[in-house]
């Protein structure tokens, strides 16, 4: 069972409650898992235009569940650098990882 943590406008970490948040956002959906089978890393970038970047890696070493969600949030965060944006929102299904980069 995963945990989903799903800001809400009123949370006092929520995007909408940042002032100096007033241009338009990316987003940046991350997820990891760690199976038997391998371990994958998955990055969905939204532009403020709407536009989709969809970046998958096979990781080539063992790992958690919490080490895989950790590679996808830097792997995203390093996909993000290369386009400069000035607002970015981060999504993930990891209440750990959610919590620890409020």
Known sequence: MVEVATPTLDAP????????????SWIMNV?????????????????PDGIE??????????????MAEYE????GLRLTKEF???SLVVCSDSELVVNQIQ
């Open 13 to 24: 970490h929520s995007p909408k409650s940042l002032d100096v948040l007033d241009v338009p």
């Open 31 to 47: 997820d990891g898992s760690s199976t038997q089978t391998g371990n994958r890393v998955r990055v969905v970038l939204r532009t």
């Open 53 to 66: 970047i969809k970046y998958s890696i096979t990781l080539t070493f063992p790992t958690t569940n919490n």
């Open 72 to 75: 996808a949030l830097l792997a």
């Open 84 to 86: 400069f944006p000035r």
